[in-house]
């Protein structure tokens, strides 16, 4: 029996690679698409084209038959650095608006069944997420929306649209919500990267008793979800007969304090928190796993502390070899 064909764009990103080397040991043959290859290790995908997915013609390219899976995680995103300073605003509506409208419309053309789409904790409305402990995240709280960036607004939308091709031509497309996805090989410096990994080559750079910089009083909510475990959702929500929308998160929350507190510990130093004015987004966010263990028997199970493990010792050889 010949291979099946899978489909990831935003293959040269974090989830995307780790995604491609997960599909390629089930066995598929895969393509991946990108602005770039992945940058710390070599893409295992069997074919990949460099090319930008707001251009038909890339698309077209690119969506050249029926894929058995598509995994649409092409965006234009960041961390709190890029995402919430508004600078970027309109080219962040603009350019994942384009890259969706086009993917959802060549693949129904191409008569592929199945898209999964990554849409975000960050559509969830500002006003549940004001109360660091009690933030409500569960995924019929979407609406009355009031997503508190943009690119909550855009993922909102092209959530809209994915599922509408599932109403009116009989498409059968996934859509989960990712809240904060960490782990080796994602961006670790240079203004996109997240909390996790600012805060692990912080402390990777730091002498034991150095105070590092942390932006807001460090007080705000968050939880954070180990890559593996997301592939793990992101599979098994593709495969169900549930098309979502699905929150794919831990549910374990720890302030931005105690995570730098986590990370201290496993690198074994001392560090003393500075804390400065910079953008930190809502007060508290945390996933609600109710809907996805529902629907599909299954939740995250593995720990805050293992995944920092990981993701630190990558992250400090990263320093390491940058002098
Ligand atoms: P990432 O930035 O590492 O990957 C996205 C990839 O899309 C990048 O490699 C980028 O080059 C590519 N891309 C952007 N514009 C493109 C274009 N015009 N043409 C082709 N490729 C283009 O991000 P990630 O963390 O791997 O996230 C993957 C998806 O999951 C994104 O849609 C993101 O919004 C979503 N998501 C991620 C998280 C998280 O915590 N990482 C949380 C919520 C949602």
New binding site residues.
């Given amino acids: 029996m010949s291979a099946k064909h899978a489909l990831v764009l935003?293959a040269?990103?974090?989830?995307?690679s780790h995604l491609v080397r997960r599909l390629k040991r089930e066995g598929f043959w895969v393509r991946g698409?990108?602005?770039?290859f992945p940058e710390y290790s070599e893409t295992d995908a069997d074919d990949f084209i460099v090319?930008?997915?707001?251009r038909a013609e890339v698309c077209d390219l690119a969506i050249d038959r029926r894929f058995d899976e598509v995994f649409q995680?092409?965006?234009?995103?960041g961390g709190a650095g890029y995402i919430f300073t508004g600078e970027h605003d309109a080219a962040i509506m603009h350019?994942s608006a384009m890259?969706n409208l086009n993917i959802a419309d060549r693949c129904h053309r191409r008569n592929i069944r199945s898209v999964f789409y990554?849409?975000?904790?960050c559509i969830y409305p500002a006003y549940n997420q004001e109360d660091p402990d009690n933030p409500n995240c569960a995924e019929a709280s979407a609406y009355p929306a009031a997503p508190d960036s943009e690119y909550g607004w855009e993922k909102l939308f092209s959530e809209r649209l994915f599922l509408s091709y599932n109403r009116n031509y009989g498409m059968r497309n996934r859509v989960a919500r990712?809240?904060?996805?960490f782990g080796p090989e994602?961006?670790w410096m240079g203004g996109k990267e997240?909390a996790p990994a600012a805060i692990c080559r912080k402390v990777a750079m730091a002498s034991s008793g150095d105070a590092i910089e942390i932006w807001g009083d460090g007080k705000q909510t968050r939880s954070f979800l180990y890559v593996d475990e997301c592939l793990e959702g992101t599979t098994r929500l593709m495969r169900s007969a549930f098309e979502g929308p699905v929150n794919i998160g831990s549910e374990e929350m720890v302030t931005i304090n105690g995570l730098v507190d986590i990370v201290a510990e496993i690198a074994g130093k001392r560090i003393d928190k500075h804390h400065i004015p910079g953008p930190t987004g809502v007060r508290g966010r945390n996933s609600d796993n109710r809907l996805i263990e529902e629907k599909l028997g299954w939740r995250p199970s593995q720990t805050l502390t293992a995944g920092l493990e990981r993701t630190y010792e990558w992250i400090e050889r990263q320093v390491r070899k940058n002098g």
Avoid: E, P, Q, W
């Avoid at 990554?118 to 904790?121: F, G, L, M, P, Y």
């Fill in positions: 935003g040269g990103g974090f989830i995307g698409v990108d602005l770039k090319g930008d997915l707001r995680l092409a965006a234009d995103m350019n890259i990554s849409s975000s904790a990712y809240h904060n996805i994602g961006t997240k």
